[in-house]
């Protein structure tokens, strides 16, 4: 079937703007997450969707990030503001959230660079 | 705290062993994850340790040692296609069931 999908792959944009950061998750996975990947740096955790239950929003480095997930399905991270620290690698994963330990199934990311 | 610490890069050559270490200053985790993430690709599963000890999978396993703070992934018959960073990243699980990533270690695998 297929894998988890981002949208778009790359983003260029000016200081400033807002960006809109897309994931659609394997089918079927309840669960669904959003990593940053800085240059030379490890994945950071940013939130956590698992079905109906309040995000974990504890990684989010700043008030300028928010993300949501309709119907429990496809996801979108919003950058605003953005500022060039925020250049990197988001990458989106799912799993399906059944029981502890299964693994998180990665998208390709999205390259954001902020001029 | 959870840092959690990886060589930043290493080089083997092709057909040999190599070793991969990862330590972590944390506790109370489900368990211990690694990933491999070719260069401009998705970080791809490798394997998963819960129990102390050895996890063999073909040509790759995974030890894990809570006691000491430590794991490792060991590459044996190494082939140019190996070539890429290895995510060490630990696994809390319950209402967090999130991953902490290390910060990566970077093989380079050599004719």
């Known amino acids: 079937g297929a894998g988890v999908s981002q949208s778009p792959s790359n983003k260029v944009t000016e200081k400033g703007k807002d960006v809109e950061l897309r994931c659609d998750p394997i089918?079927?996975?309840?669960?669904l997450y959003w990593y940053r990947q800085s240059l030379g740096q490890g994945l950071e955790f940013l939130i956590y969707?698992?079905?109906?239950?309040?995000?974990?929003k504890s990684g989010l480095p700043s008030d300028r990030f928010s993300a949501e997930r309709t119907g429990g399905s496809v996801s979108t991270l919003t950058i605003q503001r953005t500022q060039q620290e925020d250049s990197a690698v988001y990458l989106c994963a799912s799993s399906t959230g059944t029981s502890g330990g299964e693994t998180q199934y990665f998208g390709p990311g999205t390259r954001l660079l902020v001029l | 705290g959870q840092n959690i610490d990886q060589p930043t890069e290493m080089t083997a050559t092709e057909g040999a062993i190599v070793q991969i270490n990862c330590t972590y200053q944390?506790?109370?985790?489900?368990?211990l994850f690694w990933y491999q993430q070719h260069a401009g690709e998705a970080p791809t599963f490798l394997s998963y340790?819960?129990?102390?000890g050895l996890e063999e999978k073909g040509r790759f396993s995974s030890f894990l040692s809570r006691s000491k703070g430590y794991s490792y992934l060991l590459l044996k018959e190494l082939q140019m296609k190996d070539s890429a960073s290895y995510l060490c990243a630990v696994y809390y699980g319950g209402a967090t069931n999130k991953l902490i990533f290390g910060t990566g270690t970077l093989l380079a695998v050599q004719p």
């Open positions: 944390t506790s109370g985790f489900n368990g």
């Open positions: 969707f698992q079905g109906n239950s309040a995000p974990d």
């Open positions: 340790n819960v129990l102390d």
């Open positions: 089918s079927g996975h309840t669960a």
